[in-house]
């Protein structure tokens, strides 16, 4: 088998078990946890010196960063997935970026503060703070996703959907975030109901 997928499900190796279940691909699932016990091993680090989740083997070539592995495994494999044009290229790109560099570190932040984190370490001044740095952005996904028939490139589901949604799963336990949002809470439901994300997130437990 020549994919290998490095991870647990309970990181953002999830964004990739969701690619390869999307894909249909056969694979190899090496779990492993991020830290000292886990992705630093030196066995691990051997094969990625980041020393995090996910990483993949795609008959040696070694590929990181969950977002740019999807963009690679879409685009190798195929299908509807995978932008279809230069165009397409152009905005899967600048999705999955922005989701990156415009959403995910405010999201994250909420979750921690919000669910994550002990009773005790949690501030809710940050999880404000997060949730008003997302406003604006949110409105511009918002305004997309009504544009865009309810996808992001296409007008079909694609690796941007695929990205974007997983960035925003970081908000699952701050829906206010999105409750006066309803072209993305359509969207985000629509997009984890599809059979591949089910077979993928069933292997969170959660």
Request: glycine share 8%; hydrophobic share 45%.
């Amino acid at each position: 088998m020549a994919l290998k997928i490095y991870g647990i499900a309970r990181s953002r190796t999830i964004r990739t078990l969701w690619m390869a279940a999307e894909l249909g691909l056969d694979y190899e699932h090496i779990e492993v946890a991020v830290g000292a016990e886990g992705s630093r091993k030196p066995e691990y680090l051997r094969i990625n010196p980041n020393g995090e989740v996910p990483f993949i083997d795609d008959d040696g070539l070694v590929l990181t960063e969950s977002l740019a592995i999807n963009l690679y495994l879409a685009r190798k494999h195929g299908g509807k997935l995978q932008p279809a044009s230069v165009a397409e290229i152009g905005q899967t790109l600048q999705w999955t970026l922005w989701a990156a560099t415009s959403v995910e570190r405010s999201a994250a932040h909420a979750l921690y503060n919000t669910a994550m984190y002990a009773p005790e370490k949690r501030d809710p001044a940050v999880v404000k703070e997060c949730l008003d740095a997302l406003k604006a952005p949110l409105a511009v996904l918002e305004a997309a996703l009504a544009k865009g028939g309810g996808h992001l490139v296409g007008g079909r589901f694609t690796v941007a959907d695929l990205n974007v949604v997983c960035v925003l799963f970081y908000l699952r336990a701050n829906p206010e975030a999105i409750a006066d949002k309803p072209a993305i809470r359509a969207w985000y439901t629509a997009a984890l109901a599809r059979p591949a994300a089910k077979q993928a997130f069933a292997l969170r437990g959660d």
